[in-house]
């Protein structure tokens, strides 16, 4: 413990005026840069956060957390997903068709991807129904030819709800002659998840989708949703072994792995980057504190010639750059808590006033700024940043400490 008189003069120094302007200036730098380096790494940890948090309640809530499927021409899927259904960790199954081809609307063509979906059954396993009205899906499963697809898509090709538009499926015939599928459909309603889904896919109910099969029974399946996302691989192999010879599944970390370990990648290798700007700004403490002893070395011997032990007046200066480390860092929370609020809002102002999207869903895996503020990551990064204060004012406060009575006072 020190006495208070330690803890008041260390107070005295950091709001004193200096002889030198430098040390002023030294000292100020070193705060704002604790300021800037702790508000930055909160704001980019709350967006990396955000986008880990959409990865995982959007994305893999839209694509399957496992699907299987089968390679011959006769499956028994009642049986299949009985045996399923038995694994504690699948909380529902709903089939599915699943077919590459073209979407034709006058001129234009893109390619897509056909999802036929079990309405009833859908909304067990994905959360599509989030994102469309009620009345649609209840008119695409019973209005025959009719589809819903992604705004993004809509847009490039123009189409508007009502409209017609082809679709064209590639198939072989026996002869090993390419026959295209033809079938007209009626644009219902467009969904807008804002993820990259929007840019490719259209959905059909699945009496629509299974005569579009012909002859392609692998694009016919199931498609589970689990209790633990993350269980995902091992529950995928489990199923397989119990599963009659010809199915095979396939698990969200082969489609979607890749992304989910770049956004993790993404977060530590950011955090890592920005706490060393905490650290230069902890190391610019040391700086200022240096020439702070040094301005101070008169005053040093006086409190010393008084009866200072060398303890109290090490304790002076480890109280004034704690409270520069301590200013820092919360300014630095209240700037890095005032943006994540708001960085989302000014990114979408900035889009709409520029006319520009800055994140696409066809290159990013949402097309808006995801923001997710953790309070356990703002404690740790203020409790790092302060840490890294206190610390950086030993070896000033221990030279300080070893000043000389006479020698400083020789020249005064």
């Known amino acids: 413990m020190f006495k208070p008189c330690s803890f008041f003069i260390g107070l005295r120094y950091a709001g004193a005026k200096r002889r030198s302007q430098l040390v002023s200036f030294i000292s100020l730098v070193s705060m704002l840069g604790m300021t800037v380096g702790v ?29 299987i499927s089968s390679h011959g021409e006769h499956s028994d899927w009642p049986a299949v997903e009985s045996i399923i259904r038995q694994h504690p960790q699948v ?27 079990d309405v009833k059954r859908e909304a067990q396993v994905s959360i599509i129904d989030q994102f469309i009205q009620p009345q649609a899906l209840q008119q695409l499963d019973q209005q025959a030819d009719s589809v819903i697809i992604g705004r993004a898509l809509a847009q490039r090709l123009n189409l508007h709800s009502g409209d017609h538009v082809n679709i064209m499926i590639p198939q072989q015939s026996a002869q090993g002659k390419t026959q295209p599928i033809f079938k007209r459909l009626q644009l219902l309603e467009q969904f807008n998840t804002g993820t990259e889904l929007d840019q490719s896919v259209i959905l059909l109910s699945l ?3 299974q005569p579009l099969l012909a002859g392609n029974p692998s694009a016919q399946g199931l498609r ?68 702070v002893v040094t301005d101070k070395q008169g005053d040093i011997a006086i409190l010393r010639t008084l009866g200072a032990s060398p303890r109290q007046v090490m304790m002076i200066f ?11 860092t919360v300014f630095g929370v209240l700037l890095g808590l005032g943006l994540s609020a708001s960085v989302g809002d000014m990114v979408a102002g900035l889009e709409q006033l520029l006319q520009y999207q800055f994140l696409n869903s066809d290159v990013y895996p949402v097309d808006y700024l995801p923001v997710d503020m953790r309070w356990w990551d703002v404690s740790l990064v203020a409790g790092t940043a302060f840490t890294m204060s206190i610390l950086a004012t030993i070896y000033p406060a221990w030279r300080a400490a070893k000043v000389r009575p006479a020698e400083a006072l020789r020249y005064e």
Do not use: C
């Open 39 to 67: 508000a930055l790494l909160i704001v980019v940890l709350s967006v990396m956060n955000g986008f880990d948090k959409e990865m995982r309640e959007r994305i893999l809530g839209l694509v399957p957390h496992i699907t």
């Open 318 to 328: 480890v109280v004034q750059g704690s409270l520069i480390g301590l200013v820092g």
């Open 207 to 209: 009496a629509s989708a």
């Open 224 to 291: 589970l949703l689990l209790h633990n996302t993350f269980s995902a691989p091992r529950v995928a192999w489990e199923i397989e072994q119990n599963l009659p010879y010809g199915y095979s599944s396939r698990d969200w970390t082969r489609s979607h792995g890749n992304l989910y370990s770049a956004i993790q990648l993404s977060k530590q290798l950011v955090g890592l980057m920005l706490f060393i700007i905490i650290a230069v700004a902890a190391f610019n403490v040391v700086s200022a504190l240096v020439m």
């Open 91 to 117: 909380a529902a199954a709903a089939p599915f068709v699943q077919l590459g081809g073209m979407l034709l609307h006058g001129t234009d063509v893109e390619s897509v991807m056909i999802y036929g979906i």
